[in-house]
């Protein structure tokens, strides 16, 4: 069964609105999550991680302000798209890291679209 | 910082034929490397995860093969069929999955 519920699958929204994106454990406690991007035929980027409790850590070249995740408990992670435009229109996938099994489950992904 | 480097980036071959799809990365301090594949639109399918203590992982015409000395992993598919085509993805685990470019692969029916 599904380890990792993300919701919601496809989002479309007006220029300059805020996007909210949720990323469920569902059978394990996560402590550290993950938050990808990718681009039409291109591959996945890492945006950002988050340890359950602190600030997430951004790669370089994500705006922190623009993308905001909060890890507010150990299944459950949001990523906010602020102030949305159209280059921000991009497939989010998030992902959970088993600590025990070294192994990290992906959601199903976020298509998001911008008008 | 890890790099992942897959070979070839499309790959089109008849119905039949074995595939056999590369991928190198940078840095041998890994967990695990793991392939996935990802049809269009859709999120990612994980095919074969190897741990770092492992050479191979086998899953019915699937099979995988780990060099961490030379920073290589082989994905083979035997006999393909149509159903294959898809993108596959090699991702490498220093913590971070640090993921390739993929190759798009096409079997002709």
């Known amino acids: 069964g599904a380890v990792v519920s993300q919701h919601p699958s496809w989002v479309i929204c007006k220029s300059g609105t805020s996007v909210k994106i949720e990323c469920r454990s569902l059978?394990?406690?996560?402590?550290?999550m993950f938050w990808y991007r990718q681009f039409p035929k291109q591959s996945l980027m890492l945006m950002a991680t988050?340890?359950?409790?602190?600030?997430?850590?951004?790669e370089q070249g994500v705006e922190k302000d623009k993308f905001l995740i909060n890890h507010a408990s150990l299944t459950l992670s949001t990523l906010t798209v602020t102030s949305a435009h159209p280059e921000d229109s991009s497939f989010y996938i998030c992902?959970?890291?088993?600590?025990?099994?070294?192994?990290?489950?992906f959601g199903a992904g976020t298509r998001l679209s911008v008008l | 910082k890890q790099e992942v480097t897959q070979i070839p980036a499309a790959l089109s071959v008849p119905e039949g034929e074995n595939l056999v799809l590369n991928c190198s990365f940078t840095?041998?301090?890994?967990?695990?490397l793991q392939w996935f594949r990802q049809d269009p639109g859709k999120g990612l399918t994980s095919l074969l995860l190897?741990?770092?203590?492992?050479r191979e992982q086998t899953s019915g015409r699937l099979n995988a093969s780990l060099d961490k000395s030379s920073g290589r992993s082989t994905l083979y598919i035997a006999a393909s069929q149509p159903g294959d085509s898809a993108t596959y993805l090699c991702?490498?685990?220093?913590?971070?999955?640090?993921f390739g470019a993929g190759t798009t692969v096409t079997v002709r029916a």
């Open positions: 190897i741990q770092s203590s492992q």
């Open positions: 991702a490498v685990d220093d913590y971070k999955l640090s």
């Open positions: 992902s959970l890291r088993d600590r025990e099994k070294n192994i990290q489950y």
């Open positions: 988050s340890n359950e409790g602190s600030k997430a850590t951004y």
């Open positions: 840095d041998s301090a890994i967990y695990n």
């Open positions: 059978d394990f406690q996560a402590t550290t």
